[in-house]
């Protein structure tokens, strides 16, 4: 059973279904999330295992079924980039698909509540001279963390040099769709997957904006020495 999919998403959700039943819509989601995921984070931080997973992964399909993948990319940066603030569009879309159901127990924050939590958390970011961080230690697909940066957003400041945000979670499919929405967003951070209560990393990987920091810091550094 689907729940309600929003219009702006039906084109995305047509997409997962594009195999006619070959593949399960579930089972094309996920496969979307680990291979976007992978793309984005060895395009800043390369890793050989990373890459090795990735080709585990489109081994099970044709040439020609692979091209879904960068379609349903583009149409997530379609649908990111239409809207005035972040919103939490995969965690929307797999709980529409119903890929929460199988146990997992898993139930995200509506958007409009995190967006609440967010501004009741970071009341003024203008108030604060250094970088402020958010840390979800259970953040499922990050929405409260991308409503921190719009806390940031409301008022003009950027979010992309004042944020720092680290997210975990022990479902990889909730660590790779909050690495994938940071990472679009240009939100530096950090994200775990792994069991909290046991400080367990199994993966680490940072944004894209995460490491532009980084190698802007080292450079100032190294000028000034
Ligand atoms: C109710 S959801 C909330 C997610 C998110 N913080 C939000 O507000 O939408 C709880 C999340 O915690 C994760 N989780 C549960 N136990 C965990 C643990 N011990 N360590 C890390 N993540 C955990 C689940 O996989 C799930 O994604």
Known sequence: MRLYIKDEYKKFVNLLD???GKYSTGQVFEDFLYMSA???KNSCDFDKNEEDWYFSIIKKYEKNELEVFPKLLAELVLIIVKNDKFTDVLGEIYQAI?????GSGQFFTPNHLAEAMAKMIIDKPSNTDGVITVNDPACGSGV???NAANSFKDENIDYSKKLLVYGQDIDIRCFCMTYIQLSLAGIPGIVVLGNSLLNEKRKIYYTPQYVKNCLEKNNKKNKAS
Request: charged share 15%; proline share 0%; net charge positive.
């Open 38 to 40: 992978i793309a984005l």
């Open 144 to 146: 409260l963390l991308l």
């Open 18 to 20: 594009f195999s006619r």
């Open 98 to 102: 119903n890929l929460n159901s199988k």
